[in-house]
């Protein structure tokens, strides 16, 4: 945490950020429906990693963009961010490489991603550095649950469940550099105009990411045979009803929209000690 977001935000403990730089899948191809058999599943993880390479581009791009005007502590914590954001991308791109092109609508899906990363890049570095801080709560949310209940992943062969564990810990890590980075970047505006920015983003962002997620999700359990509509009520219930991949991260999620939230405000960093043990030795 930097000392530059003082006097916008209350003081939080150092986060240390580390990137670690492995490489998960080496043992291709991995069954087609890998989270254990469960194909509902197994599409709502595939979808999420379809959106990483071009979502993750889009926010190393944004802090990237307004690099210029950190310093000190923050700067360090930006580069380490985007180092991190560049390597999961990485690994993203060769887990979505399990995915059949001639099975499932890639292209489809990837062009639609990238039309929505293209509308945000057209508004702007603010716009884009807007969605970046909404995801990257989203992905923190995500990442609290994939590393807080063992059973979200089980069944998933070991690479898989390893990388997805890896990059969850990473998001919990760095969960709060865009969020600082805005801070820093906002800090001239009135305190209304900061809050209505995040929040305005953040609205947006929850219906299109969740509408786009289940959308893309469908679209590979329909290459797989079943009916779209089946299909999006499948989706819908594995983030809201069971498990409740989403449902499960909403009281974080309300907190955004407190005026004085800061994403270290749920301090889960016991959890993410332990989590750092495992990957210390990879
Ligand atoms: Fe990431
Ligand atoms: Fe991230």
Redesign the pocket.
Known sequence: MSDATAGTLAPHQAVSITPRNIRFMEHLPVAATWLGGDVVGTAVFNALSLTFPDG?RM?MDAVRHYKAKLSGALLEEANA?IA??AI?TREHVALNKMLDPNHYPLERIRAHIREQTAIAERMGPMTMLGA?IS??HF??MLGDSVLGDAKMLAGAPEDVRRLWQW?AM??TE??A??FDVFAVVTKDWPRWRRYMTRVHAMALVSLQFTAHLTYYASLLLAADGMSRSRATFKVLWFLFGKPAFFRRGLRGYWDWYKPGFHPWDHDNQAMLDTWRQVFAAA
Do not use: G
Request: charged letters at 35%; glycine letters at 0%.
């Open positions: 993750e926010f961010f991190q954001e999961h970046t995801l990257e992905t923190a990059h990473e998001e760095h969960k550099v865009a």
